[in-house]
């Protein structure tokens, strides 16, 4: 049968050639050819897909960055003016205070109190801004929206500066105790333990009351879409300064009352001293804290150090017919330019988080020592706002002059003279602030340091320094033309 053969053949060479065409198929034509092809030849072995988890979209974080670098001079204005003016007020207000407690008998007998003034002052520099401009990054940068996260940050900042607060307290106790020894040629026990509870127990509560108050202020802007970085530290120094020298005088006063019972102030001391082992527990749930916690004690330890200096200034001259107001004003010229610096260096802190990784900086700021003019005069977002602070020193401190020669009720002459010299110091410190925050800022990035945590310490006590050192030669200086009658 030769013919049925040949059709046998044929339907064979067709049943080849579809194969072959669904393989030819398979290889270069549709996936569900390709499945098909592998569900033909091994029917026993079903993968299950593997499903790819999906991208979160890649324009989340470059849209952050663009509104914090398109942020125009009115805005950083806007934003920053209300709560520079509410700081300034709380200032006015704590000078105030200052002025009326110095005739307090503590204040009078341990004199030694008038060189806490600055450093405890100061710890919203060293602490509280130094939070605020930490969370503030941690929020502008994402790391603060997982809720477990968030909890875990609060929490460790919180214990952070709780056992910066109390050893800071206790050290500048010591170096005030220190300088009025070498000033006065002695040592009083009672006093000087008096000294230390007093001042432990201001810098633990303040710490505690205005961290718990910033995390609230970050988390609240962070909700309603304003930057962080331009209100949180306006916050903490207009609290700051007003809970710190009240809860001072107040502590002090108390405990200089029952001075006879010797055994108190120690105490006190070794209670909140023995609490710093739990604290330290609580702050290295988190790793960022645990290193600060490691490597963050130095700009603390020597801003604080700074900041009694200025301290001593006020000792020698707050009792100075000479240098009457002296006490009103020291607290509103430090506390504006720590204020308006943190604002700067927090600023620029963000921007290198933004843009770059900790050793390298960005092209827009690549020049290591720049000068005045690239600080206050360039182009881009940090310039902008640097000219933008500089800018509202003198209506601000217009403002607050105002208000004190209001409250003061003629007791502290606000004279043409005085204003002129006011105005000139007040420029000067911000201006040097301004410029040197823009170096210590690149400095800190250089050497892979945040300068969240080591920048703004170091910045407010230079500013309390200048402030007090500028503001004594101002008094000086309208005390000479007065006397030559000019």
């Known amino acids: 049968m030769p013919g049925e053969e040949q059709q046998v053949r044929q ?43 999906a991208k979160k979209p890649a324009e989340e974080r470059p849209k952050v960055i663009g509104k914090t670098e398109d942020e125009s001079s009115i805005a950083i204005c806007l934003q920053v003016l209300i709560p520079y003016l509410l700081a300034g007020m709380g200032m006015v207000l704590a000078g105030m205070v200052l002025d009326s407690v110095q005739h307090w008998e503590v204040f009078k007998v341990i004199t030694e109190v008038f060189i806490l003034v600055p450093a405890l002052v100061g710890l919203k520099g060293n602490l509280e801004m130094t939070l605020a401009a930490r969370l503030s990054t941690a929020a502008n940068t994402g790391q603060m929206d997982d809720p477990n996260q968030q909890w875990t940050m609060v929490c460790s900042n919180l214990a952070l500066i709780q056992v910066q607060a109390t050893v800071v307290g206790f050290l500048a106790a010591v170096a005030a105790v220190g300088l009025g020894a070498m000033s006065r040629g002695g040592v009083e026990l009672d006093q000087a333990a008096v000294l230390c509870a007093s001042s432990i127990i201001t810098a633990f ?12 202020v970050i988390l609240g802007a962070r909700r309603v879409g304003i930057n962080p970085d331009n209100i949180a530290t306006p916050i903490a120094a207009s609290l700051g300064d007003l809970i710190t020298l009240s809860l001072l005088a107040g502590v002090s006063s108390t405990l200089f009352q029952y001075r006879d019972i010797w055994y108190l102030s120690p105490l006190i001391c070794l209670l909140f001293l023995a609490l710093i082992p739990l604290w330290v527990v609580v702050a290295r749930q988190s790793p960022p804290i645990r290193e600060v916690l490691r490597s963050g004690w130095q700009p603390v330890i020597v801003a604080m150090s700074i900041s009694s200096f200025g301290g001593l200034i006020l000792d020698k001259t707050v009792s100075d017919p000479a240098f009457k107001g002296m006490a009103v004003f020291t607290p509103v010229i430090n506390g504006v330019g720590g204020n308006l610096v943190a604002i700067q260096a927090s600023r620029i802190s963000t921007y290198l988080h933004f843009w770059t990784v900790p050793g390298v900086l ?23 706002s640097a000219r933008v602070l500089f800018l509202l020193v003198v209506p601000g401190h217009l403002v607050f002059l105002y208000a004190i020669s209001l409250l003061q009720g003629g007791q502290t002459a606000v004279t043409v003279p005085f204003v002129l010299c006011y105005l000139f110091a007040a420029l000067l410190q911000v201006g040097i602030l301004l ?29 309390d320094l200048l402030g007090t050192g500028f503001l004594a030669l101002c008094f000086r200086s309208v005390s000479l033309v007065d006397s030559l009658g000019l």
């Open 11 to 53: 339907r064979k060479s067709k049943s080849k050639k579809s194969r072959s065409k669904g393989k030819d198929k398979g290889k270069g034509g549709s996936p569900h050819a390709q499945v098909d092809d592998v569900l033909d030849g091994q029917d026993d072995l079903l993968v299950p897909p593997v499903l790819l988890p």
């Open 205 to 216: 509560v303040a710490a505690l009351s205005l961290g718990l108050v910033m995390i609230g």
């Open 362 to 384: 960005p092209y827009k700021m690549r020049q290591h020592w720049p000068n005045p003019c690239v600080t206050f005069f360039s182009s881009g977002v940090n310039s902008r």
């Open 435 to 463: 410029y040197v925050a823009d170096l210590i800022v690149r400095f800190m990035w250089r050497r892979s340091l945040d300068p969240d945590n080591f920048s703004i310490p170091y910045l407010t006590a230079l500013g």
